[in-house]
């Protein structure tokens, strides 16, 4: 089984600033995907950012970054130039397909970190 | 592009009645839906995964002639909630993915608020 761990419940930092919320897991899998969601209060689920295993380079998207260590099986997201909307729920998931192909299998999440971006 | 609605958004009912949730992908046709389950301040736990045509997989814990799913269509999925009771009261997330696409990437509907008095 998977396991994903946030190990900070709760941050807050300047607007402007750059801000890393951690993410370790743990699976036996060598293929699979990382991912983190948002949560603003409206509770729609977004898609910040998306990390293929097998992939070395880090996933960017604008503002959002990852550092991936596969051999530490650690996945921190970095946010750069931190903005009022950017204040949510983070969290931060696992995902194994069940075939080479790219097949489908539910999300292991891990609890979330409410980022607090103050003005 | 890859939207994903559900219907209703917040629904009451009594003790004992059944309720049932609608998942719709609008611009993509989903080959596989899943259901979670997100208690108040906690994560988002999967409950089950639903492929058109065929039977629902139904996580460990989770009782699957309570939480009945029907995926009848690429665009449609059904949870049902039978026999509701105060302990069923959950804000309820259906995500779909793409068929043929990226793999792994789930889009999320957002949300049914489920209260049973």
């Known amino acids: 089984a998977q396991t994903v761990t946030q190990s900070q419940p709760e941050m807050s930092v300047q607007e402007a600033e750059t801000v890393t919320l951690s993410c370790t897991y743990d699976t036996s899998e060598s293929n699979y995907y990382l991912f983190w969601y948002k949560q603003p209060p409206s509770r729609q689920m977004i898609l910040v950012i998306r990390q293929e295993a097998y992939k070395q380079q880090n996933a960017t998207e604008n503002r959002f970054s990852v550092n991936f260590q596969k051999a530490a099986k650690s996945f921190s997201l970095k946010i750069s130039d931190s903005q009022l909307g950017d204040t949510a729920m983070y969290f931060c998931?696992?995902?194994?397909?069940?075939?080479?192909?790219?097949?489908?299998?539910?999300?292991?999440f891990g609890k979330g970190t409410h980022l607090i971006i103050q003005p | 592009g890859a939207v994903v609605s559900q219907h209703p958004s917040r629904v009451i009912c009594k003790s004992g009645t059944s309720v049932k949730i609608e998942c719709r992908s609008l611009?993509?046709?989903?080959?596989?839906m899943f259901w979670y389950r997100q208690f108040p301040k906690q994560s988002l736990m999967l409950m089950a995964t639903s492929n058109e045509g065929s039977k629902a997989t139904y996580e460990q814990g989770v009782e699957k002639d309570k939480f009945l799913i029907n995926h009848a269509s690429l665009t449609l999925s059904t949870l049902t909630v039978t026999s509701a009771h105060p302990e069923d009261s959950s804000f309820y997330i259906c995500s779909a993915t793409i068929a043929g696409g990226r793999g792994g990437t789930q889009y999320f509907g957002p949300g049914t608020r489920l209260l049973v008095l």
């Open positions: 611009d993509f046709q989903a080959t596989t």
């Open positions: 998931a696992f995902m194994s397909p069940t075939y080479s192909g790219g097949g489908a299998d539910g999300l292991t």
